[in-house]
């Protein structure tokens, strides 16, 4: 197997979950009510969990110990997309931002349960019923905001059209496409891109929210290869704070 | 002052309206009732309430509030005025013998779920579901059905058709639950850490 092609295919992965995992933290004792507080940073510790999962599999890999990984890297060395490592902003964009790449998740890691490579296989088939509940929780706000009253409407919709073209970008294709298509590891950007703008669709169209038109979007690229925002590199920076001061502190 | 937490800072509570205004009105959702099961082959019961616009939005909540520690297969919710509850009796005392209600049979049947609470401080717990053509119908029934005689102390009735619950689909939300111990207080070792830090101060137990 391609042992590059499989390697690229964690990291992202991984990078995703980490980094969303810790922006959706953020508002941990901050959201809208006490109920949500609770549920988002749940969902967040679950993200980062997933994350440790695939750093794992890295780790028997041959790469560094999760925590070195996690937390000892710059942002040109991660491969996240850029739709995680945007801020919290207002809770409009997260729930939306949230919505977004969970449902790619959702298809991404259904997809994965079938992967010939199997370490990945069983971790995707292992955290199906978390991301199952990501995805309820995120169509449900959706539904209830998208259809709510005219001010949560615009609001979603503004948010919707601001993280769309940034949405797009989960779909940067790889150098090792081919690869993993053709050693069935995994089926590939493409086609999970078009299977989540079907199911994107679905959803939205239960609400009085408007997709934006694809033709129209550009994806916003080059996280995959290591060209980040100007927001992740503070957020690495926060994240590693204890780690920079005392590498061996247990917490 | 600014606060030390960086997140405080980013959502800006710092700044102030340069205004007064009329006092709000409380804005508060409604409340739920929550009811899990932890176990197959264990009664369902209920948990706790949470807050929410809707029944939809009170099972993500209470999915979180009520099932991210202990385990759990099953999850209800129903709007808590949506449940009528007898008065409760002292203990040792059946609140069945204590209250009888005159049942008008005008209503079509349907199906009632009845809890109980057997003992003050401890949760209702579930008997089962009954076909009653109203509340007062459904609370005679479970006087008959579910009365072995062991003092309840105050009845439960909701209708069938008021609750949300889990299905089978739904159980695989709950699959990993037994591996997040780090969300258990005693994951964190802290007495162990706490005599540790003795230990190297040299303070034994002084501290």
Redesign the interface.
Known sequence: MNELAIKELLFKMADDQLILGHRNS?W???GP????D??FC??A?DKI?QSLAFYSILHEMGESDPDKVAFTRNAGQFHNCHLVEL??GEYDFSLIRHFLFDTAEYLRFQSLTNSSFTPIAEVAA?????I??HV??AN??I??LGTGTDESIQRMQKSLNMAFPYALGIFEESQYEGDLLSENIFEGEHILRERWIEEVDRVVGQTELILPDLAAEEAHLGGRIGEHTKHLQPLLD?MSEVINIDPNA?W | MKSLDPRLNRVDIYKYQQELKPKASMDQFETYEVFVRAKDGKAMQHEGIVHGPNKEMAFLFAKEQFSRRGACVDLWVALTSDLMVSPISDNEENIYDLVQLEVDDGGTTEAYEVFHLYKRGKHHQYQGSLQAKGFHDAYQNASEVFNDGKPVLNVWVIKKADLLCSTDEDRVIWSTLSEKTFRDAIAYKALDKIKKFKEEQGTGNKL
Do not use: D, R, V
Request: proline fraction near 3%; avoid cysteine.
């Open positions: 953020e941990n004792g901050l009510i006490l109920e949500e609770i549920a749940s969902m510790q969990g801020p919290i292992k955290i199906k019923g978390e199952q509940y309820l929780h449900t706000w539904k209830q926060e247990e």
